[in-house]
């Protein structure tokens, strides 16, 4: 099963990954390659497959509702790339979210 | 709905309800959970999606929606489990969401309506716990704010069946939903403020058909009044392209709260691809019986089984336990006022007109209300007693809510004590019958209104504390000689 | 009395507690062996600073007793975080990234004594098995410089092997910790799934991840992993109520041990002499009264398929968070979009960008069940063939890796077989189970081959162990090393 130029560019838009025109035609054969190599999969007929969902039977342990540690805005801040005020600051977005 | 083609179209409407747990802390993270704060001042690294961290979930939050499920009639699913919702966005720091997908919380609930008399429910999907995001706020020119106080809030995300039928039901679907979760203390339900929200489905089919139309989506409706117009737009916006003949395309349309109406949203590229898949760094969620059992013990009286027994329990009306019922405080406090005045009826009418108004002119809520329930009904005996007349009772009302004093204290400092006895009145109803000649001749003549009228007088001379009922008789039986 | 840096960390601990030795000479003395060598290898991608030596000679009013790793200096594989360095995950990414908050197995070992060296270089995003997917750098096989240290823990693994810390963290997601020990000469170990805490491991695929410990014996590992170890209340997927006390295991030998060699072994193509190497220690282990026998272990031979496809799908998750907006590079741009985009793509490496496209398409609408659904349950199947087989044998047995170290560049082209060098290393991972990997003896170039255990879920000590014993019997650092007694 092969890997169209049109579902690479699909995936980069799920993927926000820009790849240059450069990069795009051997990264798209290689991925090629990559996903025959994958598709090798046996089927299995597993039906204990719920216990599977990260197939340690480890048990969910619960946190009391307490508040306790916040980080200082400042450190929160620290490490951005832009802020002003407060705030992170993104390019500004024109379109309300969806999803 | 019936229109020029001749066809009926009926509406399938769905609800999709985000409620705001009240939490203390976030759901996955210790992080206070609070509204309002400086931006950017209640996140840590878990919030914040810094590399490294991880989730870990919040017990109260998975007890107030066993709490919920449990209120809506759901089955609560013995095992769920996270699942990621993988979107980029700049309110969603990890660009994922952990939310729940294939296996969900609680399951096949109910919402009991009661429309026009006639009793219907609006089935429950499904409910589930997942995160809230951080806030996007336009700043100046070419850039956008966020703050991520709010993100990683708990919310309950609550789906009903598409078995709306109009803008109407939806609203009180609604409507009723908030009054559950306020009920149970783990929503304030502010759809002005974000803590309740509610996106909608709307389709029409053709009347008797099974056959469903296409869907579209209403997002960002702000209130009640919001999500009843902008329903009933939406229907008349797919009435009128059907019976043109056309079809419906699924889109989103945005509610405009200051344009009031619908706008529709920039089309994207291509629909969400969410790659739902579980969450690997929380093992399942499972509900033990015995938690359940435990929750549901401890579960208050839901609204709508309250207002039934207070109609049958204290003879109320379907209007007037529909009011008392609203808020559970405000039922709390009429039970605890019929408890302390021994009489329903009365505490009723006390509650609706006088304690009601009170909260709504001075803008506070039944939980700051200073004149407690057994103060009032020591008011309330005392009228009904005839201590004090019914309008003395109002100002006494009022002076109690302003000083804090008690009702005897009141009516003895403004000298309201009701004159009743017979000899006192008699003396001032001469006096009124001796000084108002003319009106006592038309009186006899027929003009029995003027009773109004002498009355009216006994009470001035009185410095309004005779007793009305008997001053009237009074001057009956004197005028009938 | 031997060399400083020549200790075993128990030797260390021993010398500390006579007081024949004090923090500061030793933290000293691997300063100046790392700056004699770093150059050449280029293990590292932050060595620690002067703050270093005072917490060093904080410790002299410490009661060595008293602290299980008492001035034992550690250097940390730079996908950890750590508060007050840098911590890159090797990519551009997060070049200079400071994290506010310290990884919980970090923080343990602080704690308990330790001192942290400084951060080593990895594959970028721990995506790869040569650390040459580095942003920043390639690190030198200590045995060759023209030879890769394998990955993604080289720069670990390098260290260790060049006598530049007694021990070293590394993180394990599909061999990741063992593969570069066996390829450097060392000893790498993975606990259980959950033994470890992944908090402040900045993930790659958070259902197979763990962190371990890397050192130059079994024991020296036994120590740190008892450290680091045990229930984290900020790592729901830590085990409860687990703890290991593997330092005093070590004494029973090989003696009536049942060990397994899956019969799929004899048919994976590897070098000449990791087949002979392999064939003689299993020979030698019988000698010494252990029983050999062959399973069949069904799903092994997919098991590579089965893990490309969960652990890139995992990390196609986990590397969203890398958008510019609240840390690391960003590429600015008038639309989000364009920002997100070129932030990323340009910010990741060629192997991270291929696996983040593997794992979206993987998970996306129409392929997610036909690819992550049929690995989940591969996953289960092989799970429950390797729980089946730990009913009658104590340990499986295979070779680490199916060659020696190759030489820097020449598997870069080819992203494949990068891949299959992880062939006998990702089962475990899958399974969850407990994993090490001990040098056995040299190739023809004299380029160090180990030798895997596995055992079964929190068997640690069982495998200690038996490491242990095979340990002795292989006799690496007495036979192979050369009379100096460091390699470079």
Redesign the interface.
């Given at each position: 099963m092969g890997l169209t130029d049109e579902e690479l560019g699909h995936l980069e838009k799920l993927a926000k990954i820009e790849l240059t025109a450069g990069a795009r035609e051997k990264l798209r054969e290689q991925l090629e390659r990559i996903i025959e190599f994958v598709e090798q999969l046996p089927n299995v007929d597993a039906t204990a497959y719920d216990a599977v969902y990260n197939g340690n039977e480890l048990k969910l342990s619960l946190r009391p509702d307490e508040a306790i540690r916040c980080l200082p805005r400042d450190e929160v801040l620290a490490e951005a790339p832009g802020s002003i005020d407060g705030y992170f600051t993104v390019p500004a977005i024109i379109d309300s979210k969806d999803g | 709905m019936r229109r020029e083609s001749g066809i009926d179209y009926e509406p399938v409407i769905g609800l999709e309800v985000h409620a705001q747990l009240s939490?203390?802390?976030k759901m996955f993270c210790?992080?206070?959970?609070v509204f309002g704060a400086?931006?950017?001042?209640?996140?840590?690294?878990v919030c914040?999606?810094?590399?490294?961290?991880?989730?870990?979930?919040?017990?109260?939050?998975?007890s107030m929606a066993v709490m919920l499920g449990l209120a809506l009639r759901c089955r609560i699913e013995a095992?769920s489990?996270f699942a990621?919702?993988?979107?980029?966005?700049?309110?969603c720091?990890?660009?994922?969401q952990i939310s729940m997908y294939e296996m969900p919380l609680c399951v096949d609930g109910r919402v009991d309506l009661a429309t026009d008399g006639e009793s219907r429910h609006i089935g429950i999907e499904r409910i589930h716990l997942e995160e809230d995001?951080g806030k996007?706020?336009?700043?100046s020119?070419?850039?956008?704010?966020?703050?991520?106080n709010r993100c990683g809030i708990p919310l309950v995300e609550i789906v009903s069946r598409p078995d709306i039928r109009s803008a109407a039901e939806a609203a009180e679907f609604l409507v009723r939903l908030r009054r559950i979760l306020r009920y149970l203390g783990i929503c304030d339900g502010n759809m002005e403020e974000g803590s309740l929200r509610c996106d909608v489905n709307v389709s029409l089919k053709e009347a008797g058909s099974d056959r469903l139309g296409t869907k579209t989506e209403i997002?960002?409706l702000n209130s009640f009044k919001a999500v009843e117009t902008g329903i009933r737009s939406e229907i008349d916006r797919q009435t009128e392209i059907l019976d043109k003949g056309g079809r419906i395309v699924q889109v989103?349309n945005?509610w405009d709260a200051d344009g009031k109406r619908l706008v529709e949203?920039?089309s994207?590229?291509?629909a969400?691809?969410?790659?739902y898949?579980?969450e690997?760094?929380?093992?399942?969620?499972?509900i033990e019986r015995q938690l359940i059992e435990k929750i549901k013990s401890e579960l208050p009286e839901l609204p709508f089984d309250r207002e039934v027994r207070f109609r049958e329990e204290y003879g109320l009306t379907a209007y007037e336990s529909g009011v008392l019922c609203a808020e559970r405080g405000v039922a709390d406090y009429y039970e605890s006022l019929v408890r302390a005045s021994g009489d329903p009826k009365a505490g009723s009418k006390w509650v609706m007109r006088e304690v009601l108004g009170e909260l709504k002119s001075a803008g506070m809520e039944i939980e700051e209300f200073p004149l407690e329930p057994d103060r009032l009904a020591k008011l309330i005996v005392l009228v009904l007693d005839e201590t004090i007349s019914g309008p003395a009772g109002r100002d006494v009302f009022r002076e109690m809510v302003r000083t804090g004093e008690d009702a005897e204290a009141a009516v003895a400092r403004l000298g309201l004590r009701q004159v009743s006895d017979k000899g006192e009145i008699e003396s001032i109803v001469d006096v009124v019958l001796r000084e108002n000649p003319r009106e006592v001749k038309r009186y006899r003549e027929g003009k029995t209104k003027l009773l109004a009228f002498f009355v009216g007088q006994v009470m001035k001379l009185s410095g309004g504390k005779a007793n009305p009922k008997v001053a009237g008789d009074i001057i009956r039986s004197r005028l009938v000689d | 009395m031997k060399e400083t840096i020549s200790l075993s960390i128990k030797e260390l601990l021993d010398s500390y507690r006579k007081g024949e030795i004090r923090p500061l000479e030793v933290v000293r003395a691997y300063r100046e062996r790392i700056e004699e060598l770093e150059g050449r290898i280029g293990a590292f991608i932050y060595v620690s600073g002067d703050d270093v030596l005072k917490d060093a000679e904080k410790l002299d009013t410490v009661d060595p007793r008293s602290l299980p790793l008492y001035g034992v200096p550690v250097a940390v594989k730079d996908n950890i975080c750590t508060r007050g360095c840098p911590t890159t995950a090797g990519s551009r990414i997060l070049e200079g990234y400071r994290a506010p908050y310290t990884a919980t197995a970090v923080k343990r070992l602080v704690e308990a004594g330790a001192v942290v060296m400084g951060k080593t270089n990895l594959d970028e995003f721990a995506m790869g098995s040569s650390t040459e997917n580095s942003a920043f750098r390639a690190t030198a096989n200590p045995w060759n410089l023209d030879y890769a240290p394998g990955g993604s823990s080289g720069g670990s693994a390098a260290a260790v092997a060049a006598g530049m810390a007694p021990a070293a963290l590394g993180s394990d997601t599909g061999g990741s910790i063992r593969q570069p020990a066996s390829l450097c000469g060392v000893v790498g170990m993975k606990g259980t799934y959950g033994s470890v805490s992944r908090y402040g491991l900045i993930a790659f695929a958070s259902s197979l991840d763990q962190i371990g410990p890397m050192a130059r014996n079994v024991t020296d590992c036994a120590l740190i992993f008892d450290v680091i170890s045990g229930h984290d209340p900020n790592d729901s997927t830590s085990m409860i109520g687990y703890s290991a006390d593997l330092s005093s295991s070590g004494g029973t030998g090989l003696r009536g041990l049942r060990i397994a060699v899956p019969r799929a072994v004899e048919g994976c193509e590897m070098s000449e002499s990791v087949s002979d190497i392999f064939r003689k220690t299993v020979s030698t282990v019988e000698d010494e009264g252990a029983k050999v026998g062959i399973v069949d272990l069904p799903g092994l031979d997919a098991s590579i398929a089965c893990y490309y496809i969960l652990a890139n799908a995992e990390a196609s998750s986990n590397l969203a968070r890398y958008d510019g907006v609240r840390y690391g590079f960003r590429h600015d741009s008038d639309s989000l979009d364009g920002m997100y985009e070129k932030t990323r793509g340009e910010g990741f490496g060629e192997e991270v960008k291929r696996r983040i496209l593997l794992g979206t398409y993987v998970l996306s609408a129409g392929y997610y069940d036909a690819y992550y659904v049929k690995a989940k349950k591969l996953q289960a199947m092989l799970r429950e063939a390797y729980g089946k087989v730990f009913h009658e044998y104590d340990l499986v047995m295979m070779p680490t890796s199916p060659t020696p170290a190759f030489k820097l560049g020449e598997r870069l082209e080819d992203p494949i077989s990068m891949y299959l060098s992880d062939i006998f290393t990702t089962p475990a991972n899958i399974a969850g189970l407990p994993a090490i990997s001990l040098p056995a003896g040299l190739s023809q170039e004299r380029l160090p081959i180990g030798v895997q255990l596995v055992a079964g879920a929190r068997m640690e000590s069982k495998l200690i162990n038996a490491a242990v014993g095979l340990e002795r019997l292989f006799g690496f650092r007495e036979k192979c090393l050369p009379a100096e007694g460091e390699v470079i």
């Open positions: - | 939490t203390r802390s210790g992080c206070p959970s400086e931006p950017n001042t209640m996140v840590c690294p914040l999606g810094l590399p490294g961290v991880l989730p870990v979930v919040n017990r109260e939050a998975v095992t489990m990621r919702k993988n979107y980029f966005y700049p309110d720091p990890k660009n994922y995001a996007l706020i336009h700043g020119g070419d850039s956008s704010l966020v703050d991520f997002k960002n989103t945005l949203m920039r994207k590229e291509f969400h691809d969410y790659r898949f579980p690997p760094d929380l093992p399942v969620l499972k | -």
